[in-house]
């Protein structure tokens, strides 16, 4: 058997394995040494192949893509700085559990370490980001050779996706002729045995361990159920659920899929507002903590762990420590919809005055939060997606102020919202790609993102050159980078601030929105800012609507409602003393 007839099946038989293990969208970035990989993925002509010229860019691309089928994604890229370019958002979906199928070409082993061009060390270049790497042997089409192949597609994909999900890496060396030849008899193994996976994936909290929850909760008066950014569809009806059961307050992320409509009256949006007070968070006595998903975007949260010694329960897929506070903790691991299923069981009662106390917090903040304002700003502009915004659609956010700024303004909704971030990492690079990622899904996406984090992903862009994606882009252009202006570098007066923290970008983004042939609109006041939503909401393809805002208005802005909330929740506390 010839080389060019081991490739072709050995590959053929990888690419049919993944597919038959529940792959459906690739993502390959060209180049020569990967041929063999990008020209029978095409060739299978089941999967939805899709071509980006930057490594960067398609990491966060198939990131994207991933977050919203909820299946692996396979990336295909060639030898050499290709892969290298893959890591920042290997990074993300590591952190962010976004089950990836990282496939790099490489030169075969006589070419490495010896000058030859394009050959770098990608032997576990990803180092612990991944979970689990391997290098393929060099394609024979043996039996056993064809099921080794077969067997290491089937292992990549349920690697991913089991127990914890994340990215996988495969390295593929590759000796020339790479060209396939698919005039070949049984390229695919059509008749090659499925694979079965028997998985069991319920939790069931034992008895004993019930027994011991309710016996250290039920001294307990005060508690608080805290609900982070997560990957559960059915969590957030089990949360309401517990709350509801146990008469306590949820603070829920703008991750949790809990600002929707199932939050009813158990749910605390403003909660970030109401803790952003240390007067308020040595006031608040809170006796336990049950912590469900990731760390929230909210700081003051993580402030008010760190600052008091209160007790933690935290449910989690698996043993992680996602305990940023460095305080004592309690975990409990598996299914959390299943943990907060049996936790619902338990016969607990706490302090009945303690969740209207909240109730009463989280309205009394929201009426500062949604006071009609003259000047559009960037709490207003969240206001303004969540007020036009469609049903069933999807809100991208990047990091920095927007994220944050969504975590104060966005409030519960009867609007069915999905919202995503990549919080992994809590990078700004590949924003715009994940965004366009979770686009191809035929869902509307809004992205709200600022202005240096559009620039320095600016080359996802490129994507909707080839493909019919439907974006809303609203454009936070505050000359700089806006969440720097909160922080004690800015106070300090150094006369190198701007160059190095502010960094004004000199860029008109109309130029930008006609180098794409994007529909374009720069935006100053509400009803214009609103107007502008609603026409990109009717029409398919991408939208770019610019909100100029200034840096310093803006922190004194939020900070004018942040002390208004300050002064009303400190008198509510006041009259509830009783309670808290």
Request: hydrophobic share 40%; aromatic share 10%.
């Amino acid at each position: 058997m010839n080389q060019v007839e081991s490739l072709t099946k050995y590959v053929g038989h990888f690419v049919d394995q993944l597919y038959k293990s529940g792959v459906r969208d690739i993502v390959i970035s060209p180049g020569s040494r990967s041929t063999p990989l990008s020209l029978i993925f095409a060739e299978y002509n089941h999967f939805n192949i899709w071509v980006d010229i930057d490594e960067r860019s398609a990491g966060f691309f198939a990131t994207g893509i991933a977050k919203q089928t909820k299946k692996a994604v396979v990336l295909v890229c060639s030898s050499g700085t290709a892969a290298a370019n893959y890591y920042p958002a290997i990074i993300e979906a590591s952190y962010s559990r976004i089950p990836l199928i990282v496939l790099t070409a490489d030169r075969p082993h006589e070419l490495r370490d010896v000058g030859a061009p394009q050959a770098i060390d990608q032997i576990k270049i990803y180092g612990d980001n991944v979970k689990w790497f391997h290098e393929m042997a060099l394609p024979e089409a043996t039996p056993n050779m064809l099921q080794y192949a077969r067997n290491h597609a089937d292992r990549a994909v349920h690697t991913s996706l089991y127990q914890v999900k994340g990215p996988v890496h495969l390295n593929f060396p590759f000796r020339e002729p790479l060209i396939p030849d698919f005039s070949l008899v049984g390229i695919w193994g059509e008749d090659a045995v499925d694979t079965n996976h028997f998985k069991f994936d319920e939790t069931r909290v034992s008895t004993q361990l019930l027994t011991d929850i309710q016996h250290q909760l039920q001294d307990k008066k005060r508690g608080i159920i805290v609900c982070g950014p997560h990957d559960y569809p059915d969590l957030a009806t089990a949360i309401v659920a517990l709350a509801k059961k146990w008469k306590l307050p949820v603070l829920a992320d703008p991750l949790s899929f809990l600002r929707c409509p199932n939050g009813e009256n158990v749910v605390v949006e403003s909660y970030d507002s109401i803790l952003k007070s240390k007067k308020v968070r040595e006031l608040i006595n809170v006796d336990f903590i049950v912590r469900f998903g990731a760390m929230p975007v909210s700081k003051p949260v993580l402030q008010l762990l760190q600052e008091n010694n209160i007790e933690q329960y935290i449910i989690d897929e698996d043993v992680a420590f996602r305990n940023p506070s460095v305080k004592s903790a309690h975990y409990l691991y598996g299914n959390p919809v299943d943990i907060a299923n049996q936790l619902a069981t338990l016969s607990l009662s706490f302090d009945n005055g303690w969740l209207h106390t909240w109730q009463k917090l989280n309205e009394s903040a929201k009426q500062v939060l949604m006071k009609e304002q003259d000047v559009l700003t960037e709490g207003l502009a969240v206001r303004g997606i969540q007020t036009v915004i469609p049903d069933e659609s999807v809100l991208f956010v990047g990091n920095s102020m927007p994220i944050r700024d969504v975590d104060t303004f966005w409030l519960s909704t009867n609007k069915t919202v999905s919202i995503h971030a990549n919080r992994g990492a809590n990078g700004i690079d590949g924003i715009i790609s994940t965004a366009l990622g979770m686009a191809t899904s035929g869902k509307r996406v809004t992205l709200l993102i600022g202005d240096v984090s559009f620039l320095h992903s600016m080359n996802g862009l490129l994507l909707t050159k080839n493909y019919s994606l439907n974006l809303t882009i609203v454009l936070i252009n505050n000359q700089g980078g806006g969440i720097f202006s909160f922080l004690p570098q800015a106070k300090e007066g150094s006369p190198h601030y701007e160059m190095l923290f502010g960094t004004p970008q000199s860029i008109e983004f109309d130029k930008v929105a006609a180098l794409y042939d994007f529909d374009f609109y720069t935006v100053e006041k509400w009803s214009g800012y609103l107007n502008a939503l609603e026409v990109s909401y009717q029409q398919e393809g991408v939208s770019l609507i610019e909100v100029k805002t200034d840096r310093n208005e803006n922190v004194t802005w939020h900070q004018t409602k942040w002390q208004e909330i300050e002064e009303h929740i400190l008198a509510i506390l006041e009259e509830n003393r009783d309670v808290y």
